[in-house]
């Protein structure tokens, strides 16, 4: 099987794949282009560049996937556009999981 997990060059994200890599299993993760990876540099994962606003990179990252574990989220504590941050954690949110549903993940 193969998870795909977002967020997995953030902290917990990171967490998460180790922990998927240490069962055993094969990991996929999305990283937005230009993102900081070191938090995952090194370990054995496949990289897809997408972004939760784009539900083409959705629909191809989850392509043969498994398991979903969605890590990926804007936290910042302050946006001078609030909408920016709406676009990320619940639309981007709610297109992850239709294409989801429809990869049968």
Do not use: Q
């Amino acid at each position: 099987m193969t998870a795909l997990v977002t967020g997995a060059n953030g902290f917990v994200g990171a967490a998460v794949v180790r922990r998927l890599l240490r069962d055993g299993k094969s990991v996929r993760v999305l990283v937005r282009p230009g993102s900081d990876r070191r938090n995952i540099a090194g370990l054995p994962v496949e990289l897809v560049t997408g972004d939760l606003r784009d539900r083409a990179s959705l629909e191809l990252a989850l392509k043969g996937c498994g398991a979903l574990f969605h890590v990926a989220a804007d936290y910042r504590l302050w946006a001078r556009d609030p909408k920016e941050m709406f676009a990320t954690n619940v639309d981007g949110t709610r297109s992850l999981m239709l294409a989801a549903a429809a990869a049968g993940v």
